[in-house]
């Protein structure tokens, strides 16, 4: 390479031609899988340092958080129906899943009623990868706050049951939570 070669226009460029080689697909994929190794990373390094305690604590906190950014984040960027409802809701949820990752949990939706609806999670990446860490039973569920997060993101008033806490399928019970949507008042 020359000097001008080195400019950062230059090198982003460069890395753009590179990148370009990817699909979509591609990208998408990289983007997901290289999340998922940070918050492995983080989760085992707030755990090595604090105790897993600490590290569940400040998962479900970090990714209900998140979940409201994500949410609010994904209402401007896509054209979604204002979410009203349960199935208003379900679209918003299943369009997030969709965004991050659809292949990372494989579940069930079974509606209750006009208001309730029952996940059961049949497969789930976090439960895979602290089983393989070897502190499921330690481990607190993350995903179910980051879904409650949405929910808080799209300001929709809701009830779930069970309380989330210790990860279900770790106890060896199904992984199954109802929520209830409180419908918006009408305008």
Known sequence: MDGDSLTPEALRDQAAASLSALSQEQRERLLIENWMAHDA???NAVAGEYGLTVANRLNKRAVYELGQVEARRLGRAVPLSPVTDRDSYLLAQETMISLLGPQLLSYELMPIGDEEFQIEVRDCFAFRNVSRAGIAAQYE????????????GLGVAHAITPTPGPCLRAQGQPCS??????????S
Not at 141 to 152: A, K, N, Q, S, T
């Open 41 to 43: 990373r983080w989760f």
């Open 177 to 186: 939570y109802t929520i209830r949507v409180v419908p918006a008042p009408a």
């Open 141 to 152: 569920c993350g995903i179910v706050p980051r879904l409650l997060g949405w929910l808080e």
